[in-house]
């Protein structure tokens, strides 16, 4: 099975016994609604193809790493998307979960999204008990306090915000969850694989920022102009387009440089470099072939 | 250390790990509003009891495990507050963590909570890896789906809902979890401690019904009448206030004959009885010391 469909089954296989034995039916279809809309999945693919540079000895581990890490990245926008955060009516270019469902369902939706992501990734450590320590860890370290998606979010709260903690956390700490925990899932020491998450988050960011600036198609289906309208510090806003393209090049090859020695490295690399030029506006993404 | 102490470090712990390393201020705040509120920490005593009943070989595993079922708790709450649901100022008596802090911090401490709760379980197994995943999994059934809170307030999003199955898993679920989880902390086999979760947690129910019905002091600190308010179903809409005394009566005896054989199994039966005189209005106590 490719990447992708693993991902897919451990989702799909994740929501159904959430939905079975007499669950309440509404929330569920506000779970797939978030869960199923047409996402890259960047997250966990990134994830499995790390475990598989390392080896992977047990493909349900990677893979209930791998997708919840998609499940948290997919609460953090039904939460993002609620009317006291961005109120949008839209994700993806479809209707956002508050505005098909209401605002009880999406707050709960959110709520089951990161609990079922834990409880995925111990059902996926079965085989491998020791290690679900060390997933869940990380997992909890990309999401939670001090560092993670929540806290990136929680700076919007605060009157001053260093804007490169700010994209860390709410962009690169979720990247690094998939590198770092799907290192673990895998058995291999996690430590070399944190900077090519840490690296190739920042650039996603920079992407994602760009996208929102110039108007392209923003990979997360946002409207685009949000951050501006949001008053949101982003890159652009920092250092201009053309500071930001420049800033992206160079973050992609960091990226690509930052995979450790392993057996699957060259393909590694190439995966990132791919990925990383799919996510950029068109002008940029020439800039990066050329480069 | 006694049982409350421990409870109260580890959540001081936690708290303080979140907080660390340049952290958002306000947002641990928040968590801190949620957690030391002066809540009676009737769930994660009850789990130490069980993992104490049953040997507390890792008393680091047990704590991690009742204190994380407290988090969740408190998270429930801090969410239940939110306007789109209860939309209450208060809470134990002071001001409710929106109201104090904004609903955006309000999803954020939830969230954060949450996923705290999860980390906390896997940084207490450190020395009972093989556990993690059952405590895991323990801790994920009370909160998700299809059974735990995240179900049962999903339930109030739907055109019916059997009042029985609503209680379960807005309030049952949990104790389940602290029961079952905290034994499986101490090593011990957890089917045999889940119906003394199941029942306690279905006499507490029953008790804060009759708070919230007779206007005597709800334990959760809500202001009374507010299942009445929200057209919500409850045990003494049902059988009214007698029947709801007699049912309590019952169901506590029912709890206490539960507590399977082990070491400590009259002093749990003790503990279990004492508690649920204590969150029985005085009316209902009486009866229940009486009988």
Redesign the interface.
């Known amino acids: 099975m490719d990447r992708l469909a693993r991902i897919e089954k451990t989702l799909e296989d994740a929501v159904a ?12 279809e506000a ?1 797939r609604h978030a869960l199923f809309s047409g996402g890259a999945r960047v997250r966990p693919q990134l994830g499995l193809a790390v475990a598989e540079a390392c080896g992977d000895p047990d493909p349900r581990a990677s893979a209930g790493m791998a997708a919840a890490i998609e499940m948290l990245h997919c ?1 953090s926008l039904v ?1 993002d998307d ?1 009317p ?2 961005d109120d949008a009516d839209e994700r993806r270019g479809r209707i956002s979960v508050h505005k098909a ?5 999406a ?2 939706a ?3 999204l ?3 992501a ?2 995925t ?3 996926g ?2 085989a491998s ?2 290690r ?2 060390g997933m ?2 990380s ?3 990309a ?6 998606i ?2 990136g ?6 009157p001053d ?1 260093d804007v490169s ?1 700010y994209h860390a956390q709410k962009t690169g700490a979720l990247f690094v969850g998939a590198t770092v925990g799907c290192a673990i899932a895998a058995g291999s020491d996690p430590g070399p694989w944190r900077p090519l998450g840490e690296k190739l988050g920042a650039a996603y960011q920079v992407a994602d920022d760009l996208a929102d600036a110039m108007g392209g198609v923003d990979d997360l289906g946002k409207p685009c102009g949000q951050d501006e309208k949001n008053g949101r510090p982003t890159i652009v806003a920092e250092l201009g387009l053309q500071g930001a393209v420049r800033k992206l090049e160079m973050m992609v090859r960091a990226a690509a440089d930052a995979v450790p020695d392993c057996n699957g490295a060259d393909e590694l690399r190439a995966l990132v470099m791919m990925q990383a030029k799919r996510l950029a506006p068109q002008q940029a993404a020439a800039k990066i072939s050329a480069a």
């Open positions: 016994r959430g939905a079975a034995d007499g669950s309440p039916p509404k929330i569920t779970i609460a939460h609620l006291c955060f469902f209401g605002e009880p369902l707050v709960l959110g709520d089951a990161i609990v079922m834990f409880e990734v111990a059902r450590g079965v008990p020791q679900i320590g869940i860890t997992l909890s370290r999401v939670g306090l001090p560092h993670g929540v806290a979010q929680a700076w919007e709260s605060e915000a903690v």
